[in-house]
Structure formats: C-alpha cells, structure tokens
C-alpha cells in the first residue's frame, strides 16, 4: 500500500463494519474514448473490490456536461453512499453536488478537481504542476538550454481543455521553466501564442490538435523556417500534431520532428516514442491514484481517516479540497521499458507484438 503524507478530517456517518458489499458505489466518468479513463476506472473498480466494494454504478458521460449531471443524479436515486467523479466540465456540477450533499452522499474528486462547490469531501490526482514542469525540463534538456546552448529554438505551445482545471496546472508548471529562455530570446515562440485562451484544445481533442497545428505552419512556418520543439501536455493532442507535423514534410533525415512532448504514456505515443516519433510523455501510474481513491472511498464509509498529502494547493473557488497528490516520471526512447518491468503494460500482449521484445 502507499504511504499516506497526511490526513483529512474524520468522515461522517460511518457505516458498520463488514458490510462494505452492500454499499453502493458511483463512478462517473469523463468519456470512454480515452483509454486512460478506461484503465483509471478499472484500477480503480480492481482495488475497491479488495477492500471488499462490489457494488458500482459506472456511467459514462462521453464528454458532455448535461449527460453527466443526469446520471449523476440518478446515481443518487439509486442511493450511493459515495461518488467517485472525473468531471467533463469541473464547473457544471454544482447544483447536482448540492442534491447530493442533501441526501448524505460523499463525493470524492477524481484526476480533475470540482469547481465552485463546497460538496467535495476530497481530492486524488496527480501533482498537475508537476507535469508541466517535466514536459518543459525534457525540452530544456534536449534543446541543450541547460548546458549553455544559445539558439534561438523555434517552440509552440499547445494546452488542454479550457474546462480542465488541470490545464491550468499543467501550463502554469510549464511556462514558469520556459518563460526566463524567451525573455531572454532563447526561445522563439514565432506565432506568439500563449495561454489556455489562445492555446487551449476543446474536450484535448487531437484532431482539433491538428488542425491548430496546420495553421500554425501555414501562417508561421512556410517561410522556411524550424519549428525545433512543441509543447503539448497530453498523448492524445501529440498523436495530432505529429500528424501534421509528417503532413507538412517533418520526419525525414533532412528535416526530422522537433520535439514533442505528451502525457499519459498511451499506446499509441509508446509506440510512436519507440519508433522515434514523439519524443516524451510524462507517465502517470494510474494505479497509484486508484489505490488513493479506493481508500478515500473506504474512509468515507467508515468514518475514518481520509488520506491526502496536501491541504493548501488545490482552491476550487469556494474551498481548498484536501488532496493527495501522485507523483509522475518522464518516459523516452531512453527508458520506455518501464512501463514493461513495473507490469503497467504487459509485453506479451498482441498490442506490442513485433514491437517489445
């Protein structure tokens, strides 16, 4: 089991011991689209069973905010006692945690905080900042900014979601390592774009991905010029750009792919990072937070103690929601047999036949 850096306050109404099968449990997930929230719930579902939680209403919202408020709310028809939500719109909710907190039901944040509510008992996720400044280290690293290389380097920023408070995080980590190198004109961002509002892709949509990246080298980049590194904080958005990029001639000995970066070591950026594609994804062991979450469901039912490792980071405009936050670790061409050795991918799975030896 993980180490616990810290507790939460004591949950209210526990319920007796040994009758954790009885109590139903809901899981409200963002869409089944992304394989990382397929595996996210699963995990999850694996470690509560553990602890003895065999009842679970698992929907799927498919990225649209009504749709999960809906069954959000028949989930509290139902009677779960607790909520597991990964929110499509981590602002939408507020009204439906309201009925919720009416009727004694604990809600636990998962992966993307709830906003504007003060119905979250707790939070799990990963240290969003974190990832970001990894993302941003690694292309610090290969451009050789660290080591006293000049440039200038051509570099474009990319973000997630506007309506995931993690977005912020994740940029917010990024921009603060890579900002002292354009002040300094190290670094050439040539579009002159930044931030969520002018960077940030839609539901992390890649083919909007794509088509942003289209744009960028049509405006920016058909005078000839490089683009040496892009910023992208999810494997989802990366698969896009590197589409575009290809599309646009990148990928050839004469003029090979910058630097791209990505989040959540999904197959399909694995395999693109071992055939000298994408160049990094961060990796977040979604065990890690799943365990979290099948304890902090644990404590919420029993009345004990909540685990979390942070109290003071996570403000969702109404509260500071206790949290535990999970640490995340860099994957490249260099180390990809991780993933392999520590059974978070299996390489005797047909996904990687001809690929992992």
């Not at 995990?43 to 602890?51: G, N, Q, S, V």
């Not at 090979?256 to 959540?264: A, E, S, Y």
Request: charged share 25%.
């Amino acid at each position: 089991l993980l180490v616990f850096a810290g507790c939460a306050k004591q949950a209210d109404a526990p319920a007796a011991d040994g009758q954790t099968s009885d109590v139903l449990i809901g899981i409200s997930m963002p869409t089944h689209s992304d394989e990382s929230w397929l595996r996210h719930c699963e995990f999850t579902k694996d470690f509560l069973r553990e602890l003895g939680y065999t009842k679970f209403d698992e929907q799927w919202a498919e990225d649209v905010p009504a749709t999960q408020v809906n069954q959000i709310e028949n989930m509290i028809t139902k009677g779960a006692k607790v909520l597991v939500v990964a929110s499509v719109d981590g602002g939408a909710l507020t009204e439906v945690l309201a009925k919720a907190a009416k009727q004694g039901v604990k809600v636990i944040a998962y992966d993307r905080l709830l906003m504007n509510t003060p119905d979250v008992d707790c939070y799990v996720t990963f240290d969003n900042t974190k990832v970001g400044e990894a993302e941003a280290k690694y292309i610090i690293e290969k451009l050789g900014l660290d080591t006293g290389a000049e440039g200038p380097f051509n570099l474009e920023i990319f973000c997630g979601s506007p309506d995931d408070n993690n977005s912020y995080y994740f940029y917010d980590g990024a921009i603060a390592l890579l900002q002292p190198y354009i002040d300094e004109g190290k670094i050439v961002v040539k579009s002159g774009q930044f931030g969520i509002e002018q960077c940030g892709i839609q539901n992390w949509d890649g083919a909007v991905a794509q088509t942003r990246m289209d744009n960028l080298i049509t405006a920016y980049y058909s005078d000839g010029s490089t683009l040496d590194a892009v910023l992208v904080p999810y494997d989802g958005l990366s698969i896009g750009v590197i589409s575009s990029l290809k599309n646009a001639g990148y990928g050839t000995a004469d003029r090979p792919l910058p630097i791209v970066t990505g989040q959540d070591a999904e197959v399909a950026s694995v395999k693109s990072i071992i055939a000298g594609e994408q160049a990094q994804t961060v990796w977040k062991d979604f065990r890690k937070p799943a365990e979290i979450c099948a304890q902090m469901v644990d404590a919420l039912v029993k009345g004990t103690e909540i685990p979390v490792n942070d109290t003071t980071t996570y403000d969702n405009g109404v509260k500071v929601v206790p949290a535990y936050l999970c640490e995340v670790d860099n994957i490249d061409a260099s180390n990809y047999m991780k993933l392999f050795e520590s059974g978070f991918y299996d390489k005797a799975d047909d996904t990687w036949a001809g690929i992992v030896e």
